[in-house]
């Protein structure tokens, strides 16, 4: 057995004092949502905090909340619960589709969506749907809130902007507009229990029922150090008629957006094909959703 | 047909309801009264001379009780064959791969003794690393045992018929090469023990074994100990699969450690501990050259295999034995060369695994066959039936398939996966393959030289005559040996299988070489089948004596004694049985005389009966060097048809149909060996897709996690059309043989072919990892 | 510094003093003497250590004992009605489910709290609720099966 090294915990009942004690341990503190990640680092020696401090008891850090143009979703929310509203499931289909490959349904019943942002993982399952969605996070320290894009607030694996006396709340996502579509697809070893090889999200907007692409996010991950823009690839795909042709041409320039590594998932070469493949995969099922096929 | 009232039946497991509940007991789920937790010392490097070991901070520790390193454990070296020990407890002079143990603490918790253990410093001298086994066997390089100056560890040469004379007459002949990668059991209960020195001088070790009689005889050795003072029990355990075959450093050491401080020491693995152990599939790389007439007639085959060892002998003397001896069979062959190679590296030794030897083998022989098959424009399905031995054949390795039913096998398999109408007609991206393959019965001779019985077995009578309990040192590891053990018993006995109890794994119980080579339906139900029968005549005399009825107009059946002629007058006896346990339960009833009351009869007139049973194989010929390793009294085959999706653009291999026969002789549970097909199954699919332990440049084990290192989900596995083929082996108890590891042998070949029926391509590499299969695929398109 | 604690462990309260550091896992094998909790890798990747935790299965390995103050937890031992085994585990016992048995008592539990909330599952939901929890013995086949049919004695 392993034995997690010494640590005080803390469980915080409201936001404001989670923020207090966070803000009194420096940067010695850390904040512990389902502890899927930061209990196997720890685990693992990685990682040692002095003190693990808890949101699990502060009420509506949990739910997804209506706001003017779409939802907030709240940190501590467990990925299968996403999974269980019928919202998530009908409106947000790319993050629901996302969510039901992480880890496995036993992970799932732990890991939030805001650990899933705040580790960041090269490979995590949760920031590149919500990229293509163009999702915010909502970030509180004591006495302040600020709001971020998600493709500013990944820095590299296991670095964002975030404070060490922040706090991830929420994450903020806009409501899909009309005539939009958009997939995620996972390249995995085994079906389940998997780190992605290669993942792509796409999301795509027509400006009518058969018009042209109005915007194009194609967010691909595990080949970067942290989820990153096909940026040549949006750049091709906006303005014109979703074809089979730009498809294929947008899935080649997006294979020359990354800059994959080799490691023990995979090999370099191999991830940028991959990319290749699964931008074409996923713009041609974004296309579909739009036309309701 | 024989009518049976317990064997041959669908017999819930007698462990499954404990294992259900909860209760079921494994050995880190128990504890002793005043018990130490210990820990090990193991080498961050992969090759380095230890020039100092410094243990004093670590025993200044409060609450550590003791620490020991090779100056007190000793250098006694063991291993598993005789002919090379090559390890002691704790390293002396070097360390020779990461995790190799340098030093155990004894502690009054397991936080204690992990920090005494980072208390204890080591000064090294770095090492030149051999990691290639290819390298390690250059002239020149530095040696990882002193005693094998070319880190060749075994080398085997073995030809049968004459190679060279009879590729003369091949009308076609072609060499291909195959690799696998280092594989793990990755059973899910990491290995534990508690070890017990008590002040008689008895030392009771229990542990996560498959083998307590072997692990007895090391710690008796390495320990100086009578092996009569050594008793080894194991509780359940948590699978097995070869690796837990032998004995291992946690097992001496908690020994050791008790021994020193009078206290009950307990030892568990973590997960990593378990990689760094190993003692599972090594690395193979094997190089056939196959010759054929233009009929499909198979006429020679020269194998040359070179095998990465990793850093110790383990099973591998076995094991580079196996990787020529086991293509010898199941097709009709007369000409076999096998040269096979073991070096030492510098990583965690290998060992034995489902299917020892023969697996990689096999996927890389069975995999030309289907290449000839098509040169020649034969089916594959067809060109096997055709060169199929039969009931009666011996290899040319000397091997007797005295039962064979591999023919009816493979019509199964034909007729149940509609073969004829899918191969060659399936759609790019999918296919069909097929592949055979067979295993023996359990090792015709145990690891050490020796004329001892291979199993015992005891059956004692309570005197009620209500409860028979069978005694015998056989290890259920999950696989169901106490099951079909009890239900032989009861067979062989007559009574119901709840009036069994079986109390198994445990060196007081008797002699059982253990859960390895597939042998204990076979063995150990030889010895019990004999305990059985043992009991039911002597209970059977004593009522003859009686009722003055002749033993041959009796029977027991169901736990009633059946008089063939005339019933006789039993009330007598009836009444006083009831009388004399006046207020119990379970008075005898109806108009049969129990089992039970015949058997307090028995016991009125004998005091103890006690039926006793012992089982080793005959002569089973091979008189040249090696043949101890593949010689067994039967052997079970099986054949496989597997259908899977290639997602053509990713290279992902989709598993969509599995369809096996086996033939175990004769299914004493049918359920059981459907489990034992479909488990080995899975396993040969995790390692043809996913199973690989790799390592850094320094010999680090990277994926030492179930995350990283993939053994199939339940989304990985489909189905399995599972078909029991029955050939009545004249060699087994009631006709029945293996089923636990032969199912293995066919599945990475079935794999393969299938994947090049649906591709194209031939992958001559495990695992086939989706990457593999796309840049192969690529590769192709190209030419 | 050690916590006091109360755990609702199989509908019966446990009031236990804990280290921060200790896992769920840990704590009811350990200091309730539940040891129907297997840990197989304690890394969150076999679910040898599954207990449902507010009504969903999860990893005990990976939950800190002071997580699961004053929440419900179900292990193993609490599955079955004193000696009347759960449909699971009844359909685990008949259909050969369990070989080496390490994996069952996290299997058993994945598999109840699969059928509390979905009383007909299909074999791919079978299978995706079960894909967390590892078995090396079985290839998942009678497993499945052994799911199938408790679901049917369930809706009896």
């Keep these: ?293 | 047909m024989k009518e049976f009232a317990i064997i041959n039946t669908r017999l819930p497991k007698v462990d499954a309801w404990a294992k259900a509940t909860g209760d079921a007991r494994y050995t880190d789920d128990l504890s002793m009264p005043n018990m130490l937790y210990g820990a090990l010392l193991q080498s961050p490097l992969a090759h380095a001379r230890i020039k100092s070991i410094d243990i004093s901070r670590a025993k200044r520790l409060p609450g550590v009780k003791d620490v020991i390193t090779a100056k007190e454990a000793g250098l006694i070296k063991y291993g598993v064959s005789p002919a090379r020990y090559d390890e002691t407890v704790f390293c002396d002079q070097k360390v020779r791969y990461i995790g190799d143990e340098i030093a155990a603490v004894a502690a009054i918790d397991l936080e204690t003794a992990l920090e005494a253990v980072s208390l204890i410093e080591v000064e090294y001298e770095e090492l030149p690393i051999l990691l290639d086994p290819f390298e390690a066997m250059k002239e020149g390089v530095i040696a990882i045992h002193d005693e094998f100056p070319n880190n060749i560890c075994a080398e085997v040469h073995q030809e049968f018929g004459n190679v060279e004379e009879a590729f003369k007459e091949c009308d076609y002949i072609r060499t291909d090469k195959f690799v696998n990668k280092k594989q793990d059991g990755a059973f899910i209960e990491p290995q534990s023990c508690i070890a017990f020195y008590d002040l008689n001088g008895n030392l009771t070790l229990t542990t996560s074994t498959q083998t307590v009689h072997y692990v007895q005889r090391t710690v008796a050795m390495v320990l100086g100990l009578p092996v009569g003072k050594v008793r080894v029990t194991k509780p359940c355990v948590g699978g097995g699969f070869g690796p837990k075959a032998s004995a291992n450093t946690i097992e001496l050491a908690s020994s050791i450690l008790s021994m020193r401080t009078g206290r009950p020491v307990k030892m568990t693995f973590t997960r990593e501990q378990v990689f760094q152990h190993s003692r599972a599939r090594h690395q193979f790389w094997h190089e056939l050259t196959t010759g054929v007439k233009k009929d499909g007639s198979l006429i020679a085959l020269k194998n040359t295999c070179h095998m990465d060892g990793g850093a110790y002998s383990s099973f591998g003397i076995a094991t580079v034995y196996y990787g020529g001896s086991l293509l010898g069979a199941p097709y009709k062959l007369p000409n076999m060369k096998y040269d096979g190679y073991r070096m030492y590296t510098n990583k965690p030794a290998n060992g034995a695994q489902r299917g020892h030897g023969g697996v990689v083998a096999r996927a890389a022989w069975e995999q030309q066959l289907d290449v000839i098959a098509e040169e020649l424009g034969m089916d594959p399905l067809e060109m096997r039936l055709k060169n199929m031995m039969k009931r009666g054949d011996t290899t040319c390795n000397d091997f007797n398939m005295s039962s064979f039913g591999m023919e009816e096998c493979l019509e199964a398999i034909r007729d149940g996966s509609g073969w004829k109408k899918k191969k060659g007609k399936l759609p790019k991206g999918k296919g069909i393959g097929v592949a055979c393959g067979f295993f023996v019965s359990g090792a015709g001779f145990p690891i050490y030289r020796s004329e001892t019985f291979h199993s015992t077995a005891m059956i004692k009578l309570s005197e009620d005559g209500g409860t028979i309990n069978l005694y015998t040192a056989a290890a259920d590891i999950g696989q169901g040996s106490d099951t079909i053990l009890t239900m032989m018993a009861a067979e062989a006995i007559g009574v119901r299988y709840e009036d069994v109890r079986v109390l198994s794994g445990d060196t007081d119980f008797g002699v059982d070489l253990g859960a390895y080579s597939s042998r204990q339906t076979l063995m150990s139900g030889h010895a019990v089948k004999q305990a059985g029968e043992d009991v039911r005549d002597q209970v059977l005399e004593v009522l003859s004596r009686n009722f003055k009825i002749p033993v041959e107009d009796m029977d027991i059946k169901k736990g009633l004694i059946i008089f063939k002629k005339k019933k006789p007058d039993f009330s007598v006896l009836r009444s006083t049985y009831i009388k004399e346990h006046r207020g119990w339960v379970d008075p005898p009833v109806g108009d049969e005389l129990t089992f039970k009351e015949a058997a307090r009869v028995a016991y009125f007139e004998k005091g103890v009966v006690v039926g006793r049973g012992s089982y080793k194989p005959g002569d089973l010929g091979g008189k040249y060097k090696g043949a101890a390793v593949g010689t067994s009294p039967a052997y079970g085959c099986s054949a496989q048809v597997v259908e899977v999706t290639v997602d053509m653009e990713t290279g992902k291999v989709t598993i969509d149909d599995m369809t096996d026969a086996h033939d175990c002789g004769f299914a004493i549970n049918p359920t059981n060996i459907e489990g034992q097909m479909q488990g080995s199954l899975s396993m040969g699919v995790g390692e043809a897709l996913f199973e690989e332990i790799k390592f850094d440049d320094k010999g680090r084990v990277v994926n030492p996690t179930l995350g990283e290192y993939r053994i199939p989900t339940a989304l990985d596995m489909p189905n399995v059309n599972t078909i029991i083929i029955e050939s009545n082996e004249p060699n087994g108890p009631w006709g029945a043989k293996e089923v636990g590891e032969g199912a293995i042998m066919p599945t990475i070949p079935a794999i393969l072919n299938a994947i090049y029926d649906a591709t194209g391509v031939r992958v001559r590499e495990l695992p086939v990892t989706s990457e593999r299969l796309f840049t192969l695929m690529k590769e192709q398109e190209k030419k | 510094m050690k916590r006091i604690i109360t755990l609702n462990v199989n509908e019966k309260e446990y009031e236990v003093a804990v280290a921060p550091n200790r896992t769920l896992a840990q704590v009811l094998r350990e200091d309730l003497n539940l040891l129907g909790t297997k840990i197989g890798c304690d890394m969150g990747d076999c679910g040898a250590c599954t207990v449902i935790l507010d009504d969903r299965p999860v990893n005990s390995c990976l939950v800190l004992a002071v997580q699961a103050n004053e929440r419900k937890i179900t292990t193993i031992e609490g599955v079955a009605d004193g000696p009347h085994l759960h449909p699971v585990q009844q359909a685990f016992v008949e259909h050969g489910a369990i070989q080496c048995g390490f994996c069952s008592p996290g299997m058993i539990l994945s598999a109840k709290s699969l059928l509390e909330k979905n009383s007909k599952p299909t074999e791919y939901e079978i299978r995706e609720a079960l894909s967390g929890n590892l078995c090396r013995c079985t290839g998942y086949q009678k497993i499945v099966e052994a799911v199938k049919a408790a679901s049917q004695t369930m809706k009896k």
């Design chain 1, 1 to 293: 057995m392993h034995l997690l090294p010494k640590f005080d915990f803390y469980e915080a009942y409201d936001m404001g004092e989670a923020c207090k004690v966070l803000a009194e341990m420096k940067s010695e503190g850390k904040i512990i949502a389902g502890g899927t990640d930061i209990m196997v680092n720890m685990k693992k020696g990685l990682l040692s905090p002095k003190c693990l401090i808890s949101l699990a008891r502060i009420p509506g850090l949990s739910g997804i909340e209506p706001t003017s143009g779409g939802i907030a979703i709240g940190s501590n929310l467990i990925v299968s619960k996403l999974l269980e509203f019928d919202l998530i499931r009908k409106k947000y289909n790319l993050l629901s589709k996302a969510a039901s490959v992480l880890g496995s349904p036993l992970i799932r019943n732990r890991a939030t969506i805001g650990g899933n942002i705040v580790t960041a993982r090269p490979a995590a399952d949760l920031p590149p749907p919500l990229m293509a969605m163009g999702a915010r996070v909502v970030l509180k320290s004591k006495g302040k809130e600020r709001e971020l894009a998600l493709d500013d607030f990944l820095v590299g694996p296991g670095q964002t902007k975030i404070k060490s006396t922040e706090i991830l709340v929420s994450i903020i996502v806009d409501e899909p507009p009309p005539f939009t579509g958009g997939d995620y697809i996972k390249l995995m070893h085994r079906n389940a229990l998997e780190i992605a090889i290669v993942a792509v999200a796409v999301q795509i907007t027509l400006d009518g029922p058969d018009g042209s692409i109005k915007n194009a996010r194609v967010i691909l991950s595990s080949v970067a150090p942290k989820a990153i823009h096909a940026v040549s690839a949006e750049k091709v795909l906006i303005g014109e008629k979703p074809t089979e042709k730009l498809f294929k041409k947008a899935a080649a320039l997006a294979s020359t957006d990354c800059t994959p590594i080799t490691d023990i998932r995979g090999g370099a070469q191999y991830r940028c094909a991959m990319v290749e493949t699964l931008t074409h995969r996923a713009l041609s099922a974004a296309l579909r959703q739009i036309k309701g096929k």
